[in-house]
């Protein structure tokens, strides 16, 4: 967990952030859109499950997080499948 948050300070130094629940906007955008695989599964999830901009956005945060975990640079669909496994578990 330690390296994540190191990916983390890394990526967003000079941004104003520390952590991918901190991006919004266009910098969350450019860290966090998934591979056409995840985007795919994300805008269909965000359909099915009625998900509104602010749960849409969560789900790109916690996927980029499940990525740093384990040390990739995209995310991925399964990041995103993962990051979507939580979110039906929560609600």
Same mark, same amino acid.
């Given at each position: 967990?330690?390296?994540?948050?190191?990916?983390?300070?890394?990526?967003?130094a000079?941004?104003?952030?520390?952590t991918?629940s901190? +991006?919004?906007?266009?910098?969350? &955008?450019? !860290?966090?859109?998934?591979?056409? $695989?995840?985007?795919?599964?994300?805008?269909?999830? *965000?359909?099915?499950?009625?998900?509104?901009?602010?749960?849409?956005?969560?789900?790109?945060?916690?996927?980029?997080?499940? +990525?740093?975990?384990?040390?990739? &640079?995209? !995310?991925?669909?399964?990041?995103? $499948?993962e990051?979507?496994s939580?979110?039906?578990? *929560?609600?």
């Amino acid at each position: 967990m330690s390296a994540a948050r190191d990916i983390q300070r890394e990526r967003y130094a000079g941004h104003g952030q520390r952590t991918n629940s901190e +991006a919004e906007g266009e910098l969350l &955008d450019r !860290v966090a859109t998934p591979d056409a $695989a995840g985007l795919k599964l994300l805008n269909d999830a *965000a359909d099915r499950m009625k998900l509104t901009a602010r749960g849409y956005h969560r789900v790109l945060r916690v996927a980029r997080s499940i +990525a740093d975990l384990a040390g990739v &640079d995209c !995310v991925g669909r399964v990041h995103v $499948a993962e990051a979507l496994s939580y979110r039906r578990i *929560a609600h």
